[in-house]
Nanobody, 123 residues
């Protein structure tokens, strides 16, 4: 069983940056496809970014392209999401998720989920 945990959320002003990190308890988060999703109040959970198990392919939602960067740190065994130029509409609970198959932007394709971390962007 893989247990995921997110860190790095918080409150930031519009235009600011935050870096989220996802780690797996008891093991490095390596060699599994990892994705970041978010859920804003009253909205469906949506795909934000994903990275292949090898780290050589990344995928982004159109809404965050050019502002967010997903990376895999194999030495630390984490997957990070660098979020720049944040907007109030980025406010949401951010979740990391992992699966053993290929990358997917479909939340039900993921087997393991973290508890989420709140990101709030003030205008």
């Amino acid at each position: 069983q893989v247990q995921l945990g997110e860190s790095g959320g918080g409150l930031v002003q519009a235009g600011g940056s935050l870096r989220l990190s996802c780690a797996a308890s008891g093991r490095a988060l390596n060699h599994v496809t990892t994705g970041w999703f978010r859920q804003a109040p009253g909205k469906e959970r949506e795909f934000v970014a994903g990275i292949s198990w090898s780290g050589d392919r990344t995928y982004y939602a159109d809404s965050v392209k050019g502002r967010f960067t997903i990376t895999r740190d194999s030495a630390k065994g984490t997957v990070d999401l660098q979020m720049n130029s944040l907007k109030p509409e980025d406010t949401a609970v951010y979740y990391c998720a992992a699966r053993r198959g290929a990358n997917s932007d479909y939340e039900h394709a993921y087997d393991y989920w973290g508890q989420g971390t709140q990101v709030t962007v003030s205008s």
